[in-house]
C-alpha cells in the first residue's frame, strides 16, 4: 500500500477512536434510560441525614481523617499493582514499543502532528494543576455542605499523585523513546487526564446531576480526554506505547480510590432537584389520581 495513504489511515486512528467512545456512550445512556426511569419511581429505603457546615470541628477532623487514609491506603495497593505491572512492562515492552515508534516517525502527518502538539498539553503537569485549582474555588462555593471537601481531595490528589508517580519512576528508571527521553513508566500525562479530570467531574456531577445518563456522557468525555491524550503522546513519540496504555490504568486506578473515598465520606449523591417526577402508572394510563383498575371507581 502506498506510504501516504497509510500516513492518513494511521492519523484516522484519533477521530475514529473518539467517535467510538461517543458511540458507546449513547448505547449506555439509551440502555439506561427506562433503567434509571424504574430506579427513580422506587421509595428510598434509607435517608441519610445532611449535617450543616456548623457540624464541629470533631467531625471534619474524623471525616478529613477518614479521606486522607482510605486515600493513602488505596494508593498503596494501586502502587503495588503498578510495581507488578511494572516486571512485564519496563523490562519485557520494547519487543512491542520499537516497532510502534519506528512506524509512527515514518508515518506521521504534518498538520494532525501540529495538532497533537496543542492538545497533548491537556495532561501537563501545570495545566491539570490549574484546573484543579479553578474547580476547587468554585466547588467550594457550590458545594451544599462539606464545602471542605473538594478543596481538600483536590489538593490531596495533587500530592499523592505527584509523589506516587515519581516513587515508581524511582524504581524502575525507565526512559523513553530516543526523542523523549525523559518520557517514562506510567505516562503522567495520560495518568493526570484521567484522574485530575475525572475527579472534577465526578465531583462537578455529584452536585448539580447525580443521575445515571449525565455520568456515562461525563464518563465518555474523560475517556475521550485519556484516549486523546495516549494517542497524542504516541503518535509525536514522546511515550512509549506500553508507557501511554499503563498511565491511563493507572490513573483509572487512583480515580477510582478518590472516587470511593469521597463517597465514603459524602455518601451517595443526590439527584438534581430539576429532575422531573416519575409519572405514576394513573397518569401513563390516562386516567386521574385515585382511580382503580379493577374497579374503576375513586378510591
Not at 456548623?54 to 477518614?66: H, L, N, Q
Not at 465531583?203 to 484516549?227: D, E, H, K, P
Amino acid at each position: 500500500m502506498n506510504s501516504g495513504v497509510i500516513k492518513y489511515l494511521v492519523a484516522l486512528i484519533w477521530p475514529i477512536g473518539l467517535a467510538i467512545i461517543a458511540a458507546a456512550a449513547f448505547l449506555a445512556s439509551r440502555r439506561y434510560a427506562t433503567a434509571e426511569v424504574a430506579v427513580s419511581a422506587r421509595p428510598s429505603g434509607r435517608s441519610h441525614k445532611v449535617r450543616g457546615n456548623g457540624a464541629g470541628f470533631t467531625d471534619f477532623v474524623w471525616e478529613s481523617a477518614r479521606l486522607g487514609a482510605f486515600a493513602v491506603a488505596g494508593t498503596v495497593v494501586v502502587f503495588g499493582l503498578m510495581w507488578a505491572l511494572g516486571q512485564i512492562v519496563v523490562y519485557h515492552g520494547l519487543a512491542v514499543d520499537k516497532p510502534i515508534f519506528t512506524w509512527m516517525i515514518h508515518h506521521q502527518v504534518h498538520v494532525l502532528a501540529a495538532l497533537m502538539n496543542r492538545l497533548t498539553k491537556i495532561g501537563n503537569t501545570w495545566t491539570c494543576w490549574g484546573a484543579a485549582f479553578a474547580a476547587a474555588v468554585c466547588l467550594a462555593a457550590i458545594w451544599r455542605t462539606k464545602k471542605w471537601l473538594p478543596p481538600s481531595v483536590l489538593a490531596g490528589l495533587i500530592v499523592i499523585d505527584h509523589f506516587t508517580t515519581l516513587a515508581l519512576r524511582h524504581v524502575f528508571h525507565r526512559l523513553g523513546p530516543p526523542t523523549s527521553p525523559l518520557g517514562t513508566y506510567p505516562s503522567g500525562g495520560c495518568d493526570r487526564a484521567i484522574v485530575f479530570y475525572g475527579l472534577i467531574v465526578y465531583l462537578l456531577w455529584r452536585v448539580l446531576s447525580g443521575q445515571r445518563r449525565t455520568a456515562i456522557w461525563l464518563g465518555a468525555g474523560v475517556a475521550a480526554l485519556g484516549f486523546n491524550e495516549a494517542f497524542s503522546r504516541v503518535y509525536l513519540s514522546l511515550h512509549w506505547t506500553t508507557d501511554s496504555i499503563t498511565g491511563l490504568l493507572y490513573g483509572a486506578l487512583l480515580l477510582a480510590v478518590f472516587i470511593t473515598a469521597v463517597h465514603l465520606v459524602a455518601g451517595p449523591p443526590t439527584r438534581s432537584a430539576s429532575q422531573p417526577a416519575t409519572p405514576s402508572a394513573c397518569n401513563v394510563a390516562g386516567l386521574p389520581e385515585g382511580v382503580s383498575f379493577t374497579s374503576g371507581r375513586r378510591q
